[in-house]
């Protein structure tokens, strides 16, 4: 995930994290100041998921953690700065959430059968305490209808996904779509 990430310019100056699952109690998760775009083996760690901070976990551990502990269907997540992410983030924070209604990709992401559909993606404004921000994420999540991703204001994505391959192709499908949404916001 990190690699493929990486390749596609969503994880610029080191930024970004990448966890999976390993069983009901652990995860692995990528290490703080790892380079996503060329992850190896020394910038992944592994951390309880209801345990203890681990010393070089990232500051942003929290949010994939507690999404574990809340969803135990999900397998890996991503977390990704892609430009259309972050634009429209900023654009529609106000809002609290940015709709995708009508995009064919929107068949991309488990569970949705059809291109007519509407899609409101949970924003949640940014905050340095991750663990604040961890617990604001699940309330908004729990409150919202299902959905494999969420935004933070001015800062990027979030995405998941029961498996690894999951969550690439909703990396995938977010991105794209996001970017046809900021084009159209854009020509209006």
Do not use: C
């Not at 109690?25 to 100041?33: F, Q």
């Not at 976990?57 to 809340?70: D, F």
């Not at 135990?72 to 924070?93: D, F, W």
Request: charged share 20%.
């Amino acid at each position: 995930m990190a690699r493929f990430a990486g390749a596609r310019g969503w994880v610029p100056a080191t930024s970004g994290n990448f966890s999976v699952r390993m069983d009901e109690k652990r995860a692995a998760l990528t290490a703080t100041g790892a380079n996503k775009a060329a992850l190896d083996e020394a910038g992944v760690i592994e951390a309880e998921i209801a345990g203890a901070k681990h010393p070089r976990a990232s500051a942003e551990a929290p949010l994939h953690l507690r999404r574990y502990a809340a969803a135990p269907e999900i397998g890996a997540i991503s977390h990704m700065h892609s430009m259309a992410a972050t634009v429209l983030s900023r654009r529609h924070a106000q809002a609290g959430f940015l709709r995708l209604e009508g995009w064919e990709l929107l068949k991309a992401f488990s569970g949705v059968t059809t291109h007519e559909t509407a899609l409101d993606i949970p924003i949640v404004p940014n905050d340095q305490d991750t663990e604040r921000l961890a617990s604001l994420v699940e309330e908004k999540l729990a409150a919202a209808a299902p959905v494999h991703g969420y935004l933070i204001a001015g800062h990027g994505l979030y995405v998941w996904g029961r498996t690894a391959a999951d969550t690439i192709r909703h990396m995938e499908a977010f991105d794209f779509l996001l970017t046809a949404q900021l084009h159209e916001e854009g020509a209006r």
